[in-house]
């Protein structure tokens, strides 16, 4: 299940729309930062505070990530999010192992995040057909 479905059924009890996309923004913006960022955001004591450091870091790139907790009914579908979210996307608990810093989730991360060169993908794509063909 997508993020966007995910948000969009716990989100429900909030009427402004302006609300919503305040949860919306902070889960999809931390997804496209990538896996280690999204299990900070669900894995943390504090989200409070981690959306505000966040927001710092971020705050040349013109995005409103603030979420209002001191509303009742976002604060309930913030976390209510932040659960089904754990559920759904981390049913195998790799985010929550990153977030640990487990050493195999941080090479695995590693891996799935390097940016090969032009010369290191030439090199890869070489060795790996001479590794896949067949001697007849």
Do not use: P, W
Request: glycine share 2%; net charge negative.
């Amino acid at each position: 299940m997508k993020i966007e479905t995910i948000i969009y059924d716990t989100t429900r009890q909030i009427t402004n729309v302006s609300d919503k996309l305040s949860i919306a923004s902070i889960f999809l913006f931390c997804e496209k930062l990538g896996n280690e960022r999204l299990s900070e955001l669900l894995y943390t004591d504090n989200q409070e505070l981690f959306i505000e450091e966040l927001e710092k870091e971020y705050e040349s790139y013109d995005v409103d990530l603030s979420v209002n907790f001191s509303d009742k009914n976002i604060s309930n579908s913030f976390y209510l999010t932040l659960e089904a979210v754990k559920i759904q996307i981390d049913k195998d608990g790799y985010l929550k192992a990153l977030y640990n810093k487990d050493e195999f989730a941080l090479v695995i991360n590693e891996i799935c995040n390097y940016n090969f060169n032009e010369k290191e993908m030439h090199s890869f794509t070489i060795n790996l057909a001479k590794q896949l063909s067949f001697d007849f």
